[in-house]
């Protein structure tokens, strides 16, 4: 009890942080990350579509095959097409998995609920070897 009486500055700031580290965890919503084997993964055996939300200049460098490009300023303006897939699992990706956890958010709260972020974005997925498509 001594203990935390000289030092209560450094225990509340103990208890901030890791309040701060659960945070995401007990409020749940937040978005599921996948590592590009477990995006390979659920493409094979769920049939899940990959959304890549980035611009065009960086779609047309590279990008997963069987991909559909959906620029992330009309994400909102493609939500029809989006529609008959809500069954399936979403797996949203861009350069870096930034502008991804906002299309993520943007598309549960539209009713998606199989919807996931490609960790790392398009670099994790080159960092992986894995193949990519100019076509």
Do not use: Y
Not at 35 to 40: D, E, M
Not at 83 to 91: A, M, Q, S, V
Not at 117 to 134: C, D, F, I, Q, V
């Amino acid at each position: 009890m001594e203990f935390l009486q000289q030092n209560w500055m450094w225990v509340t700031l103990a208890i901030i942080s890791g309040g701060m580290l659960l945070w995401p965890l007990l409020k749940g919503g937040g978005s599921q990350a996948l590592t590009p084997g477990q995006a390979t993964l659920m493409m094979n055996r769920e049939n899940a579509v990959i959304i890549d939300v980035r611009e065009s200049g960086e779609w047309n460098n590279g990008h997963i095959a069987g991909a559909r490009h959906i620029p992330m300023p009309l994400l909102q303006q493609k939500m029809t097409e989006l529609e008959k897939f809500k069954k399936r699992p979403l797996i949203i990706c861009c350069a870096s998995g930034n502008r991804a956890l906002v299309a993520c958010n943007t598309l549960r709260k539209a009713g998606f609920e199989k919807v996931f972020n490609l960790a790392g974005g398009m670099t994790s997925w080159r960092e992986a070897k894995l193949p990519l498509t100019t076509k």
